[in-house]
């Protein structure tokens, strides 16, 4: 497997749905799922969470990444409680799932050359 990997949030996806709608602009989401398929785009099961609440064709497409979401571990679980002892704040109670956390579990887990992508807009 490549040692660089880059992990995906879901806002990422949603703003690249936005702008570059995966209907009109194929060859940059084939180009995605070639990331995926080889197992270089990774995203913690909480982006898909957050994907499917959409119900659109962005929610579509990411059901079929079976490859890219993964499971969370013990040691991310552990992780993710360390993160939010230290930053309550990164869960937003309005939202049904934050995958925020998770993301950034994952990247620690695997601190091998990961490359996180977040698309965050300030309040």
Do not use: C
């Amino acid at each position: 497997m490549n040692s660089n990997y880059y992990l995906i949030d879901s806002s990422s996806l949603m703003e690249l749905n936005r702008h570059n709608p995966i209907d009109v602009f194929p060859s940059i989401w084939g180009k995605i799922e070639s990331l995926i398929n080889r197992g270089v785009m990774l995203a913690p099961r909480e982006v898909l969470d957050e994907i499917i609440e959409g119900d659109d064709q962005l929610a579509e497409w990411a059901k079929k990444q079976n490859k890219m979401f993964v499971e969370p571990t013990e040691k991310q679980i552990e992780i993710v409680r360390d993160i939010l002892k230290e930053f309550p704040a990164l869960i937003k109670t309005d939202r049904k799932y934050n995958a925020d956390p998770w993301v950034i579990a994952l990247a620690i887990e695997m601190t091998t050359s990961s490359q996180i992508t977040l698309t965050e807009i300030p309040n």
